[in-house]
């Protein structure tokens, strides 16, 4: 596991943005964290790292479940979870054809997927020191996630 500390909204914003830019077709990123821990906000920054256009704005898709965005370097599709019970809720809003298709999959409530969470993915943890401080971790599942998570630690300081 390796943390990262986030000092402020800006350093959530460089980590999201790199996140974005290394990203490929098929990966899956699950943020895990507590209410306001930062998880919509650093799903905003992967939109600029992946260059979506700036009028598609990513937004909190707690009552859509799911949103999807394109005309970026890839499609992007934002999950939020939290409105569902378990696994046969997520199964039965059909949404699991979404994880780790074309495109680049983020998912916020990630617990919610039960036995659903898929094998390879990068976990994501943030948490909230105080108001302006996250601290992030990430541990990365299979070979492409794992290379993931070096690439983003080996910025760090
Ligand atoms: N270093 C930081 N990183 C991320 N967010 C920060 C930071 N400092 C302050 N914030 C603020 O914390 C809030 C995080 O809210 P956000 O909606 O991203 O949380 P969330 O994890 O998606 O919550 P929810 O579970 O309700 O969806 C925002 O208002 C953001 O501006
Ligand atoms: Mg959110």
Not at 82 to 104: K, M, S
Not at 144 to 155: F, G, K, V
Request: hydrophobic share 45%; aromatic share 6%.
């Amino acid at each position: 596991m390796i943390r990262i500390a986030l000092p402020d909204l800006a350093a959530t914003a460089e980590l999201g943005r790199r996140l974005g830019q290394l990203a490929r077709n098929g990966d899956v990123i699950l943020l895990h964290g507590g209410l306001g821990a930062g998880k919509t906000t650093l799903t905003q920054a992967i939109a600029v790292g992946l260059e979506l256009p700036p009028e598609q704005h990513v937004s909190s898709p707690s009552f859509a479940l799911l949103h999807e965005y394109s005309g970026g370097r890839l499609p992007l599709f934002h999950l939020d979870l939290w409105r569902l019970a378990g696994e046969d809720d997520v199964e039965a809003a059909g949404l699991l054809d979404y994880i780790g298709g074309p495109g680049l999959t983020v998912i916020e409530w990630p617990e919610r997927l039960g036995s659903l969470r898929p094998a390879a993915r990068l976990d994501v943890f943030l948490e909230a020191v105080s108001e302006q401080e996250r601290v992030c971790s990430l541990e990365g599942w299979g070979e492409r996630a794992e290379e993931l998570r070096n690439a983003l630690a080996a910025r760090q300081p």
